[in-house]
């Protein structure tokens, strides 16, 4: 767990190497505290008025990268290479509110397939899938946002992975649970606050 500080400093992180990275193309090296040496699973989203600008991330700690590593390209690549949207110009800098989401270690699901809306629960998991070469993963607090259930979410993870929607139902679909620390700015450029979804 990190405590707001160090998920304050996550935040201003994120947006300095966005803001550097869209006014030149690079950004510079950082200095972080011990807590961001381990490797991490992390995902910086951006948004506009509430509305999705950029969303990139590591689901799984990745051996050779650390966790303040994974959390600067996350930054970069949200801003520069969420293939849903363009790249984000200079001028909508002072408008993109940034969130970084630190994730817990994913657990597979162990349970027979239709059984898995009874063991998701809204506000606390996050999910991934892997059917086949297809993957999807839709973050904690999305499920919260838009209001949905356990099935529902589900099917929107079905479909964020390019699959059926009702494929959650397959044994060859492996669902798998994670936990997220969630900071965001309460405004652009703004205090950073620690979100509660639950």
């Not at 993957?135 to 607090?141: D, H, I, S, V």
């Not at 099935?151 to 009702?166: Q, R, V, W, Y």
């Amino acid at each position: 767990m990190l405590s707001l500080e160090d998920g304050t400093l996550a935040v201003k992180t994120a947006r300095n190497v966005i803001e550097e990275y869209v006014k030149t193309g690079n950004y510079s090296k950082f200095e972080l505290p011990k807590t961001f040496d381990r490797p991490g699973g992390v995902f910086v989203t951006l948004s506009i008025n509430h509305d999705l600008r950029g969303c990139i991330g590591y689901p799984y700690p990745m051996e050779d990268m650390s966790l303040g590593e994974a959390l600067a390209d996350a930054a970069m690549s949200a801003a520069t290479r969420d293939p849903r949207f363009p790249r984000v110009h200079k001028n909508e800098l002072d408008q993109i509110r940034v969130e970084v989401t630190i994730l817990g270690q994913p657990e597979l699901l162990k349970c027979k397939p239709l059984e898995r809306p009874h063991h998701i629960k809204i506000g606390r998991d996050g999910l991934i899938i892997e059917y086949g070469l297809h993957k999807g993963l839709l973050l904690p607090q999305v499920p919260v946002e838009w209001h949905w259930d356990a099935t529902e979410f589900l099917e929107n993870l079905c479909l964020k992975a390019g699959i059926s929607p009702d494929a959650w139902v397959e044994e060859k679909a492996k669902i798998y649970t994670f936990g997220g620390q969630i900071f965001e700015e309460t405004e652009p450029g703004g205090p950073v606050i620690e979100k509660k979804i639950a």
